[in-house]
């Protein structure tokens, strides 16, 4: 069974919308991180944000808002007001207490801006 | 700046051929990684190093093997190319200890026709 699951293969929208970008995982561990990353048309993966399983705390970072909620194993990503600049294929991780280096990525959500 | 570099963008090969890939970090970190990305698959573990000379399988290994002689640099080999393994390679570096973020190479694009 996947870890992470991207339910979301690809989405298009217009540029000034508002767009959220599902994840929910699956772990055994009650200690684990979440990660989101960024792989623009250039190939290379940018990290956005790490979360541990013990702050669920919402995180906002201007236009980029996270939402953490335990109780749905989901850890969902929304942009507010998208730009072009935006596109890209968005990728979603866990990592876990036994090992936390190892990384489960999710199969990716590529983002469509249209201006 | 964390910079992870990776010796070619894009690289196209025959079956049954050697290949190299190279991958080399400048923020001495401990931990390397490579994977491999394919459409609907999203990212998958080949192999994993915490330290010189210290290698790991991960969920992919078969058909490559790897290399970390020094601590800055870590190769990934297809010892004889095959069409399947036609792909995106990333290459990523971590420090050790707490699952701090990777960081990521450019990644190179193989084709093995």
């Known amino acids: 069974a996947q870890k992470v699951t991207q339910a979301q293969t690809e989405i298009s929208v217009v540029e000034k919308e508002d767009v959220t970008l599902d994840c929910v995982y699956e772990t055994r561990d009650t200690t684990y991180y979440l990660f989101w990353y960024k792989q623009p048309p250039s190939g290379e993966l940018v990290f956005l944000i790490r979360?541990?399983?013990?702050?669920?705390q919402n995180e906002i970072s201007g236009r980029y808002s996270w939402n953490f909620q335990k109780s749905t194993s989901s850890f969902n990503f929304t942009i507010t007001a998208s730009q072009v600049v935006d596109s890209a294929v968005y990728f979603c991780?866990?990592?876990?207490?036994?090992?936390?280096?190892?990384?489960?990525f999710g199969s990716g959500t590529k983002l469509n801006v249209k201006p | 700046d964390v910079k992870v570099t990776q010796s070619s963008r894009y690289l196209v090969k025959r079956t049954g051929e050697k290949v190299f890939l190279e991958c080399v970090q400048d923020?001495?970190?401990?931990?390397m990684f490579w994977y491999r990305q394919d459409p609907g698959l999203g990212l998958r573990l080949i192999y994993f190093?915490?330290?010189?000379?210290?290698?790991e399988k991960g969920d992919i290994p078969e058909g490559y093997s790897v290399s970390r002689e020094k601590k800055e640099r870590f190769s990934l080999i297809l010892e004889s190319a095959s069409t399947n393994q036609t792909s995106m390679y990333l290459c990523?570096?971590?420090?050790?200890?707490?699952?701090?973020?990777?960081?990521f190479g450019p990644g190179t694009r193989l084709l093995v026709l």
């Open positions: 190093s915490y330290d010189v000379k210290m290698k």
């Open positions: 991780a866990l990592s876990e207490t036994r090992n936390f280096n190892k990384f489960y």
């Open positions: 990523a570096s971590s420090f050790g200890g707490q699952p701090l973020s990777q960081y």
């Open positions: 923020m001495d970190h401990e931990n």
């Open positions: 979360r541990n399983s013990f702050d669920e």
